[in-house]
């Protein structure tokens, strides 16, 4: 499937801002882990962020076959929000090396 390059860095650039998925590690314990709040209801009449996880889902498929280890770790850091730098101090390249990194992965799944 061919992608647009822009919207594909345009998703990963704001793909956090829409996660709101529960770090497990945060939890206080198991109970935690089963009981349903406030926090975790839905609108179902909204089905963006279904299609904004769905859309991720595809992307992180096409990217285990065709990317490097490092690219996919450069694909989830920058998914979580992380800048080009901060994902160099990360995996200890330069900014300039992670950009090239990136560039090449959407070059890959963008053909």
């Known amino acids: 499937m061919k992608y647009d390059k822009e919207a594909v860095k345009l998703f990963i650039k704001n793909y956090h801002k829409h996660s709101d ?13 089963f009981s349903i709040t406030d926090s975790v209801a839905y609108d179902m009449e909204d089905s963006t962020h279904i299609d904004e996880i769905a859309f991720f889902n595809e992307l992180e498929a096409v990217i ?21 730098e901060e994902t160099g101090k990360r ?8 950009r090239q990194l990136y560039d090449d992965l959407l070059n890959k799944i963008c053909e």
């Open 21 to 33: 998925s529960q770090d497990i590690d945060q939890l206080e314990d198991i109970d935690d882990f």
């Open 64 to 84: 285990e076959q065709v990317g490097t280890m490092k690219q996919q770790f450069v694909f989830y850091m920058l998914c979580e929000g992380l800048t080009l």
């Open 91 to 98: 995996v200890l390249l330069s900014r300039e090396r992670v």
